[in-house]
């Protein structure tokens, strides 16, 4: 999994963790719904700190908390694709 999987596969978590809807989750944090959607289908493939920051910001939470879970863990001991050893 990938940086990006990983950071749509938390907001989906965290919203059904709060049962909110990414529609709801748009409303609380003032992300756009095209933001949310792009970021949950893959199509972002960076989103911003400022977005996750303000995303977390609607769930309550710290940009720690948030990127404090196994599956952030397990990244930071891949290595980025096309680097080599």
Known sequence: MDTQETVANRIRQLCREQGITPNKLSKISGVPQ????????????????????????GFGITLGEFFSTPEFDALSSQ??????S
């Not at 893959?42 to 920051?53: F, L, R």
């Open 79 to 84: 290595r980025p694709r096309g680097e080599q």
């Open 34 to 57: 095209a933001t949310i959607k792009s970021i949950l289908l893959g199509e972002s493939k960076n989103p911003g700190t400022v977005a996750i920051k303000r995303l977390c910001n």
